[in-house]
């Protein structure tokens, strides 16, 4: 269904919070479900590009890249890898032996997945095209800083493992998977039958679970994630407008975020280069509940944790004192997002997040994250705190 407010370019301020939702309901309610690398997607992407056009914005950089479009892959591949170990066991020394170092990579290979690393078994699954949008808007003056703004166009499923009974037990749950991993390896390398068999029928229910978790649809994805790309198009009307005096800004809408940061990763690949110092300022579930920062993200391992620079988390909060009525804290969470992929791979980074009940982001891979669950007035926070963060920057 396409309605009048389609790509409509708002005259006034475009950070009003009523104009930021119609962005949101024509990516959540119009397009609806946008599985990474599937043709909602890139309908997400095609409403992102005229919406840039009808503001001014002619040049929209398209970064095509290949993309499962479930985690489900980057978990289950390394199951199917240590069950595949556990199983030629039975050829004796040799089969134990290359079981043993099979459920060490797979056990290795989840802890990257958990971690925001790229999952290299991922490219013997099936493959979608997904890609990047991202817009330059260069500084009027000197340049002297750089500031990537990120929001991702995909969604992910409706999840039983993020009710809100479970989703605080996932990093225990995803160790505890690791854990399986190394000790089917550490079984077969001293030669147990008995525990090896526990181990792989122990594997086997994991992998159950991992499967169990894909039969949700996917979500509609109004506040994760479509609150942000509506704030990056307010911000991209406002920036282009009016350039700042020393800060380049990158705006970055990524593709198959919800598949393991796949988009964020192809960017980096391509763009690092130029990148190295920049500020990331990754935007996630903006759009209902009050404004945070994530101080310390617990990644999907209880060894996968990380954190921002110190120097993003110095402008964050040099922002919020500059600007109280935000009333923008830091927050330690259960989180993994893109900044993961950042500051793995050397990168400067924060997020931004607003926190519903229970200081949860409200509606997380469930199918009530639509477009009636969102809140102008946080999506008009978020984007106005995010400008006030880019010109602090600009004023140093
Ligand atoms: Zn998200």
């Known amino acids: 269904m396409v309605d009048v407010r389609d790509n409509a370019v708002p005259t006034a301020d475009p950070l009003i919070g009523t104009t930021l939702i119609d962005h949101v309901s024509a990516l959540a309610y119009n397009v609806g479900p946008r599985p990474a690398g599937h043709e909602t997607e890139n309908r997400a992407r095609s409403y992102i590009r005229k919406t840039l056009t009808a503001m001014g914005i002619e040049e929209v950089k398209a970064q095509p890249f290949t993309t499962t ?46 971690s925001g690393l790229r999952q290299p078994l991922d490219q013997f699954a099936p493959q979608q095209t997904s890609a990047n949008l991202i817009v330059r808007i260069p500084s009027a003056g000197r340049p002297k800083h750089k500031v990537v703004l990120l929001a991702h166009t995909d969604t992910n499923r409706h999840r039983d493992s993020f009710s809100d009974a479970r989703k605080g037990m996932l990093p225990k749950i995803v160790t505890g998977i690791m854990g399986l991993q190394a000790a089917g390896a550490l079984a077969q390398f001293i030669g147990n039958p008995w525990l090896t068999r526990a181990i792989g029928v122990a594997q086997m229910a994991s992998l159950g679970a991992v499967l169990a978790d894909e039969r949700g649809p996917y979500v509609d994805g109004a506040n994760d994630n479509a609150s942000a790309v509506g704030c990056l198009l307010g911000l991209a009307q406002t920036l282009n407008a009016n350039p700042l005096q020393h800060t380049d800004v990158w705006i970055v809408f990524t593709g198959a975020e919800e598949s393991g940061l796949v988009g964020v990763h192809s960017f980096l690949d391509e763009y690092g ?19 945070a920062y994530i101080a310390e993200y617990s990644g999907f391992s209880t060894l996968s944790s990380y954190a921002p620079d110190p120097e993003s988390v110095a402008l964050v909060e040099r922002t919020a004192i500059a600007n109280p009525s935000f009333r923008v804290n830091g927050k330690k969470m259960m989180f993994l997002d893109e900044i993961a992929a950042v500051r793995r791979r050397g990168y400067n980074g924060v997020t931004l997040v607003t926190l519903g009940p229970g200081e949860w982001p409200a509606n997380w891979h469930r199918d009530t994250d639509a477009i009636g669950n969102i809140q102008p007035e946080a999506l008009e926070r978020s984007a106005r705190f995010t400008l006030a963060m880019l010109k602090t920057l600009d004023a140093d």
């Open 273 to 291: 280069d130029q990148l190295m110092g920049a500020y990331f300022i990754d935007l996630e579930m903006v759009g209902y509940g009050q404004l």
């Open 69 to 114: 479009d479930t985690w489900a892959y980057a978990l289950g591949s390394p199951l199917a890898l240590s069950l595949g170990g556990l199983l030629i066991s039975r050829l004796g020394w040799p089969g134990r032996f290359l079981g043993s170092i099979l459920g060490g990579a797979a056990a290795y290979l989840t802890w990257r997945a958990a």
